[in-house]
């Protein structure tokens, strides 16, 4: 087990007043057997009514509103965490939806037929999921800008371009079309300065995390924060405002390993 300190930050600066904010935050990392939350703190600015909340997938958030005009809005998380290298171990089956394309990430005949070209995939499991994960960082070109949070598995497989999101959709597209449970993450990682996106691989009793974009099984730089099918079950920020403002995001992660 290493020590991380981390503190991550999102910072929204409107060109006019909001207000009427309602807002839904997964930012609120929970143990398990990869990962012992030791301390936890978050802020939330402008002051707002907050409360304690969960989702389907038992990811712990935040709610909450601000009534009052704001022209900014900014919430962090800091903490320090136990973070083993191991695969995560779970008591539990994971559940059958794992097995099944969303939306984003629905294979069509692009994906279908990358997938039965890799002929060569080897048969035992975490080798071919490792397999994958390097046929997806391969084929894709890192790219800010040229897709958006809707974007599907299979746009972004046509594009050949794309951010973590992307390589994560495009990797559980290939895996559950192979028969292989997995699991979309939004976490930290230490070197990557904002939330980033990987895969869980359901491997007989346990998760094994990969990180397409930068083809390697997860160590101890990595945090989850949330945990469900793709990007719409696991997304950090929902918000809904009054007015006609545009916001200005940044985000800011700072993690010490030691």
């Known amino acids: 087990m290493r020590t991380a ?66 022209d900014h809005f900014s919430f962090s998380v800091q903490g320090t965490a136990e973070i083993s290298d191991a695969p995560s171990t779970a008591g539990d089956e994971p559940p059958h939806t794992l097995l099944f394309p969303t939306q984003l990430t629905f294979p069509r005949k692009g994906l279908v037929d990358f997938h039965n070209a890799l002929a060569s995939a080897p048969a035992d499991t975490l080798e071919r999921v490792q397999f994958f994960s390097r046929a997806v960082h391969d084929r894709l070109r890192y790219e800010r800008g040229v897709t958006a949070n809707s974007t599907t598995a299979q746009e972004a497989f046509d594009i050949g371009a794309g951010v973590c999101q992307d390589y994560a959709h495009i990797l559980l597209a290939l895996l559950r079309f192979g028969g292989i449970p997995c699991r979309y993450i939004a976490g930290l990682a230490s070197d990557y300065g904002e939330t980033h996106a990987w895969v869980e691989a359901w491997i007989e009793d346990r998760y094994y995390g990969i990180d397409p974009t930068r083809d390697k099984l997860i160590d101890s730089g990595y945090i989850a924060l949330s945990r469900g099918r793709d990007f719409e079950d696991c997304s950090v920020e929902r918000g809904i405002y009054k007015g006609a403002c545009r916001g200005t995001q940044t985000i800011s992660l700072n993690m010490e390993i030691s």
């Open 5 to 70: 300190n981390f503190q991550y930050e999102t910072k929204l600066s409107f060109s006019s007043p909001a207000s009427n904010h309602r807002f839904f935050l997964r930012i609120l990392p929970q143990s398990d057997s990869r990962q012992i939350i030791k301390a936890l703190s978050w802020l939330i600015d402008p002051p707002a009514v907050v409360w304690p909340a969960s989702d389907g997938f038992g990811n712990s958030a935040l709610s909450g509103h601000i009534n009052a005009p704001h």
